[in-house]
């Protein structure tokens, strides 16, 4: 199975930072990991996929980059609304698996 | 717009079975490879279940292997998935999903239901 560990695994950040979000893979994916948001209480929001392909919808502040096997999220200016937990996720080979999660929290 | 509807959630008792189901509306749903993702309360996602668009083809994750089957009738459009032999861990919210792209293989997850909870204990 492919392990997916993401860095850090919560980050206290200002509204207006820019925000990076590592996801590593234990072998090369190629370009086949996305991203999602989710809030408490919701399901989780895909935001970024084939690696940085932004879903339909989601502000361009995100952006998605990285290839094989280390991915980056980030976040150009953080915003209010941008407080919650992140996930990478891997689409090379099942099991699909996911990272453990970031949590973005206020300062 | 894209609906998925999950329902059939519960209290079981371990060693029982449970199905759950999910109603999708807003797209062509005959041509879509469907999955279920299971969240632990507090914890991370965990992906269970794939079916193709055509339901000739399922995979599954490690844990669930011989004791959930997901299946799919397109005539109604819905995906369903039977749990039995229910354990402890299985307890979780459990997610429908679409996947991105049409008749493609197991992939990215566009779409998601409102999610049920399964809890399974004595």
């Known amino acids: 199975d492919i392990q997916l560990t993401q860095s850090p695994s919560s980050l206290s950040a200002s509204v207006g930072d820019r925000v990076t979000i590592s996801c590593r893979a234990s072998?090369?994916?190629?370009?086949?990991l996305s991203w999602y948001q989710q809030k408490p209480g919701k399901a989780p929001k895909l935001l970024i996929y084939d690696a940085s392909t932004l879903q339909s919808g989601v502000p361009s502040r995100f952006t998605g980059s990285g290839s094989a096997t280390d991915f980056t999220l980030t976040i150009s200016s953080l915003q209010p609304e941008d407080f919650a937990t992140y996930y990478c996720q891997q689409s090379y080979s099942t099991p699909l698996t996911f990272g453990g999660g970031t949590r973005v929290e206020i300062k | 717009q894209v609906q998925l509807v999950e329902s059939g959630g519960g209290v079981v008792q371990p060693g029982g079975s449970l199905r759950v189901s999910c109603a999708a509306s807003?797209?062509?749903?005959?041509?879509?490879?469907m999955h279920w993702v299971r969240q632990t309360p507090g914890k991370g996602l965990e992906w269970v279940a794939f079916?193709?668009?055509?339901?000739?083809?399922?995979y599954y994750a490690d844990s669930v292997k011989g004791r959930f089957t997901v299946s799919r009738d397109n005539s109604r459009n819905t995906m369903f998935l039977q749990m039995s032999s229910l354990r402890a861990e299985d307890t979780a919210v459990y997610y429908c999903t679409k996947d991105v792209a049409p008749a493609a293989p197991p992939g990215d997850f566009d779409h998601w239901g409102q999610g049920t909870l399964v809890s399974v204990s004595s």
């Open positions: 079916i193709r668009y055509d339901g000739s083809n399922k």
């Open positions: 072998q090369s994916v190629s370009r086949y």
């Open positions: 807003g797209f062509i749903f005959s041509s879509y490879g």
